[in-house]
């Protein structure tokens, strides 16, 4: 084996470690939320909600971008990182009840390293906000009803080629 390759495990783990260091509290929770939620479609589905929740958290403390669903005019200054931490921990707690205990415990544990006060508070309150109205959008979107496509239940399905004229556009 050449040597080039038998280096490449530690030059990754280097970069991971690297990379890790320089992680933001986005990051971090997107990496804690990873472990906890499925690799599957409402896997993803709840992703998406959290990094919605931390995104408009942020934003609306710091607005650059048009809000993805709620902007909202806290007091300045409000922390950023007890914010999107706050929200993506709501947004977890509340669709993953079984690992609230670990979500609490993480979120504890990042709220730890931020200086008590009003901009501390106002991040938390903010956060918790946010992630309730995001919660609230996507509670009837529909996720969890049945699926449309396949064959109905107790309906053997089979494949049939479409003709030319069952395709759309033609006559």
């Known amino acids: 084996m050449s040597r080039v390759l038998r280096s490449l495990p530690l030059a990754v783990g280097l970069m991971l470690s690297a990379a890790g260091a320089e992680a933001n509290v986005i990051s971090d929770w997107d990496g804690k939320a990873a472990a906890i939620v499925p690799p599957s479609a409402a896997g993803l589905r709840e992703m998406a909600i959290m990094h919605v929740a931390m995104f408009d958290a942020v934003n609306s403390i710091e607005p650059r971008h048009r809000p993805y669903l709620i902007g909202l005019t806290p007091p300045k200054p409000t922390s950023q990182e007890a914010a999107a931490a706050t929200a993506a921990a709501t947004v977890l707690m509340a669709l993953r009840p079984d ?73």
């Open 99 to 171: 690992a609230a205990t670990g979500i609490k415990a993480a979120l504890a544990n990042d709220l730890a390293g931020i200086p008590d006060g009003a901009s501390k508070a106002d991040g938390i309150k903010l956060g918790e906000v946010v992630a309730e109205k995001v919660l609230q959008a996507r509670a009837n979107d529909g996720a969890n009803g049945p699926t449309p496509i396949g064959p109905r239940r107790g309906q053997v399905s089979t494949y049939r080629p479409q003709s030319r004229s069952d395709r759309p556009g033609h006559r």
